[in-house]
RNA sequence: GUGAGUGUAGCCCAGUGGUCUAAGGCGCCAGGUUGUGGCCCUGGAUAUCGAGGGUUCAAAUCCCUCCACUCACCCCA
C-alpha cells in the first residue's frame, strides 16, 4: 500500500478549520497593514536559492529537494519563500512601484530532513516581506506586525527575541573577535561546535550544551561591536518597540540560519518551548536584492510555520471557528419519493441552501442516524403519503419535533 | 547523517512461547415489529499480529535482517 511520503502528510477534513482558521487570520492581519499577496511557483532554478540562502548553510548543503528537469535545467522545489519573492520583485520590476512594496505569502516549503515533532520535509509557511526601506520604523512595523499575528491567532505565553549582527561593514569585525575569543576556549567546546568554529562562527552562540552556553555567554555580543550605522539603527529600532509595548527581550545568542541576514534578526517561540519550537523568526536582508543581481535595496521580513500554529493552538486549547456545513439532511422512502428528493434537494441548493441529500435505498432509521452524525438542524423526509399530497415532513434535529408542511413552503422555512 | 523507542482492525489498545481459529473500547453496518436520529440493548463486518528469514513439537510472543513510524541530536518554521 502507498503511504505519503515520509516528511509529508495529509491534511484531512477533521483539520481543516485550523488551516482555514490560520489562513482567515493571516488574510486579515495583512489586510490591516496593506499587505498584498504573491504567490511564486513552487520550484525555482537552483542557484536562486544557493545564491541567496547561501553555499554554507545547511538547507543548501544538505536539505534541498534538487533535480533535473527534461530540458536539463537544476531546479529546487523552494526551501524557503524570501528568495522567490526578492526574484519576483526582480523580475517584475516591482521598485517601480512606491517603496517599500509589501508582500505577504502562504506556501509550501520543502526540506529534505529527518521529521519530528513540528519538522516536516514539507510544511506550510506564512511569511511576508516590506522591500525597498531602511527605516528602523519599518522594523518596528514588521515586527508589531508580526506581535499582533500570532496574538491574534489567540496564543498566549509568547516570547519576542530580538538581536542585531550587524551588516557588511561590521560583521567582518565582529566575527574576528568572535573567533579568536574561541579560539581561546576550543578544547572546551563540544564536538559539533568546533566544526562550527571552522564553518559557521555565529552558530556556536546558540548551541544548547550548558558548556558551549556558557562560554556563549561571556562571547563578545554582536550588539556591542556594531558600526555607528547599525547600532543607531538598533537603538532605534528599540524605542520603537517599547513605544508600541511590544515586550521584546534582547538575546545575544539570537542568529538566523540564513546567510542573507542583516542588521535586525528576530524570533516568537512559545515560552514553554521545547525543540523545534520556534513558530516564526525573521530579519532584515539589505543586501540579498543587490546580490540577486538588482540595485542595493534594504528590505525586512518574516517567516513563520503554519503547523507550529496548529500545535500550539492546540496545546494552548485554544477553539477555531467550526467550518460550515449544510443545515438540512434530506431523506425518503420509496423509489418514487427518491427521485423527487433529488429534484428538491437541487432546488434547494440553488437557492442557497446546503442539502445533504440521501443515497442508496436504506432504512428511514438509518438515513436519520446519518442525518444525526452530520449534524443538521432539519431533517426533510418525504415519503409516498407526503409525495402525494405535495408535502414533505420538517424534522427539527434539536427538538425533535416534526410538521408536516406543503413542499412550496420549505425553501422560506429553511432559509 | 547520528542516537533511542515503537510497530496487533479506520482509530485507541490488551495480549511476553501452547487455552490466540487474537480480547476490549471508539467508529462503521444491521436489528430491538409496520416510515423516524441522538441514550440503552443485541448482533455483524473489518487484523496475511510491519516484512522476510531463523530457533522450537509449537511464535503476535524468542533471535537476526530489512522497512516504517515516533522522539531527540544536527538544523530550522
Redesign the pocket.
Known amino acids: 500500500m502507498y ?1 505519503a511520503p ?1 516528511g509529508t502528510s495529509d491534511i484531512l477534513p477533521g483539520e481543516q478549520a485550523y488551516w482555514r482558521y490560520v489562513e482567515q487570520k493571516v488574510v486579515d492581519i495583512c489586510q490591516l497593514y496593506g499587505y498584498e499577496r504573491i504567490d511564486s511557483p513552487v520550484f525555482e532554478d537552483t542557484g536562486l536559492f544557493t545564491r541567496s540562502v547561501g553555499p554554507g ?3 543548501v548543503e544538505k536539505e534541498m529537494y534538487t533535480f533535473t528537469d527534461k530540458g536539463g535545467n537544476q531546479v529546487t522545489l523552494r526551501p ?1 519563500g524570501t528568495a522567490p519573492v526578492c526574484r519576483a520583485y526582480l523580475e517584475h520590476g516591482l521598485h517601480n512601484l512606491p517603496q517599500p512594496v509589501k508582500l505577504y505569502y502562504l506556501a509550501a516549503v520543502f ?1 529534505y ?8 520535509r514539507q ?1 506550510h ?1 506564512f511569511g511576508f516581506e516590506a522591500i525597498g526601506d531602511a527605516s528602523p520604523a519599518l522594523d518596528a512595523e514588521v515586527i508589531d506586525m508580526s506581535w499582533q499575528f500570532f496574538l491574534s491567532l489567540g496564543l498566549r505565553h509568547l516570547s519576542l527575541l530580538l538581536n542585531s549582527i550587524g551588516c557588511r561593514q561590521c560583521r567582518p569585525g565582529y566575527l574576528r573577535r568572535l573567533e579568536e575569543y574561541y579560539a581561546g576556549h576550543a578544547e572546551a567546546l563540544c564536538p ?1 561546535c568546533k566544526v ?1 568554529l571552522e564553518r559557521n562562527t555565529l ?1 556556536l552562540l546558540d ?2 550544551k550548558p558548556a558551549c552556553q556558557k562560554l556563549a555567554g561571556l562571547a563578545p555580543r554582536s550588539a556591542d561591536n556594531l558600526c555607528p550605522d547599525c547600532a543607531a539603527h538598533f537603538d532605534q529600532l528599540k524605542r520603537y518597540l517599547d513605544r508600541l509595548e511590544i515586550p521584546y527581550t534582547v538575546n545575544h545568542r539570537l542568529v ?3 546567510d542573507y541576514y542583516t542588521r535586525t534578526v528576530f524570533e516568537i517561540q512559545p515560552m514553554s518551548g ?3 519550537s ?4 525573521g530579519g532584515r536582508y539589505d543586501d540579498l536584492i543587490e546580490e540577486l543581481g538588482g540595485k542595493p535595496t534594504p528590505a525586512i521580513g518574516l ?3 503554519i ?2 500554529m496548529i500545535l500550539n493552538l492546540k496545546q494552548q486549547g485554544v477553539a477555531v471557528p467550526p467550518l460550515a456545513k449544510p443545515g438540512v439532511f434530506l431523506a425518503h ?1 420509496g423509489e418514487e419519493a427518491r427521485d423527487e428528493a433529488m429534484k428538491l434537494a437541487s432546488g434547494l441548493r440553488r437557492s442557497g441552501t446546503g442539502v445533504i441529500l440521501a443515497t442508496g435505498n ?5 438515513q ?6 452530520a449534524g443538521v438542524r432539519y431533517a426533510v ?1 418525504m ?4 409525495i402525494r399530497a405535495g408535502k414533505v ?1 420538517l ?1 427539527d ?2 427538538n ?1 419535533e ?1 410538521q408536516s408542511v406543503p413542499m412550496s413552503e420549505l425553501p422560506a422555512l429553511l432559509g
Do not use: F, W
Open positions: 503511504r515520509r548553510t545547511d538547507i524557503e526540506r530532513e529527518r521529521p519530528q515533532a513540528g519538522r516536516y510544511h509557511q559539533d562550527r552558530r548551541c544548547k538566523r540560519g540564513l521545547g525543540s523545534q520556534t513558530l516564526g523568526g517567516a513563520a510555520g503547523e507550529r422512502i436504506r432504512s428511514l432509521k438509518a436519520l442516524r446519518q442525518a444525526n452524525s423526509i415519503g409516498e403519503e407526503e415532513i424534522r434535529m434539536v425533535a416534526q
